[in-house]
């Protein structure tokens, strides 16, 4: 009897337990979305807030759903500005990850196969930035990369520049390329580490002593079985450069075309929150194809 009055009073702790990942997805995502989308929907209008319709009581809800239209996303499909700003921030976040995974599947192999005693105070060096402002960070790059700033003053001092050159990548799309990399490594190398570190040494020795060469084993084994790791470094760092705002804002020029900063623009510059809201919408669609195969990638390692 204690045992089925153990099993019956954990019932409702389990489901508590499930309910409060749906609780906070529905909060803190479900909901703010459905209000986007629904501003989405709306027209532009010189009021607070600056859109039109307003649903102002239950008897008015017919009316409030008729004058929702697609007039917005119609809007974004002709206009090319937009168009591009997806393309390019696409583009921008497909040569970021990849250069992310090119420096960091290095860094993450040395770390996993450094002396265990060494892997902890890596691992702590790898997070180190994150005690720091990502702002300022990114902030210092400027006074790095500027006319005038320490890389130039650097190159001058060992005699590679001339005292009257400047290195000329201060906005320009390098500028941001070196941004992203150097703050998103983080978020790539961890995964990386994670899925190396948990692999069977004995099957590299194995291959050694069949005589598989070092390359061929590292392509056969070390590789495939950290795919997962590469996947999901690759989703967690392509996903947020897409929307990135802040450093191509601080580090980009003029010409450095990112839906973040079109975001931005609509919202704060134009104060054309339902144009804003569906740039917002279609970059959230845009992005749900790569959250889905993360989410399916979680599930299978788990």
Do not use: H
């Amino acid at each position: 009897m204690a045992e089925i009055s153990t099993t019956s009073n954990s019932g409702p702790a389990r489901w508590l337990v499930v309910a409060v990942p749906y609780i906070w997805l529905l909060l803190f995502f479900a909901a703010p979305f459905l209000i986007i989308l629904k501003i989405s929907l709306s027209d532009t209008a010189i009021a607070m807030p600056p859109y039109t319709p307003v649903l102002d009581g239950l008897g008015s809800v017919g009316d409030f759903v008729s004058q929702l239209d697609l007039e917005n996303y119609l809007f974004l499909a002709e206009d090319p500005l937009y168009i591009q700003s997806y393309l390019s921030s696409l583009q921008m976040a497909f040569i970021s990850t990849l250069l992310l995974l090119l420096i960091g599947y290095p860094m993450a192999l040395a770390m996993a196969r450094a002396p265990s005693r060494w892997r902890p105070t890596l691992v702590m060096l790898v997070i180190l930035p994150f005690w720091t402002s990502f702002l300022i960070r990114v902030y210092a790059w400027i006074g790095i990369l500027k006319p005038e700033g320490l890389l130039t003053v650097f190159l001058q001092t060992i005699g590679l520049m001339g005292p009257d050159e400047q290195v000329q990548i201060y906005r320009t799309d390098i500028a941001v390329f070196i941004g992203i990399v150097y703050s998103y490594l983080p978020f790539m190398v961890l995964p990386l580490y994670s899925a190396l570190e948990k692999m069977d040494a004995t099957l590299l020795e194995a291959a050694n002593d069949l005589g598989c060469p070092p390359m061929k084993a590292f392509w056969k084994i070390t590789f495939p079985l950290s795919t997962p790791g590469v996947i999901a470094g690759s989703l967690i760092c392509f996903i947020p450069i897409t929307g990135e705002f802040v450093i191509p804002d601080l580090l980009g020029g003029p010409d450095t075309l990112m839906i973040g900063k079109t975001l931005w623009t609509e919202f704060f510059g134009n104060r054309d929150w339902p144009l804003a809201s569906a740039v917002a919408v279609l970059l959230l669609l845009v992005l749900v194809v790569p959250i889905m195969i993360f989410q399916n990638q979680q599930q299978k390692a788990g």
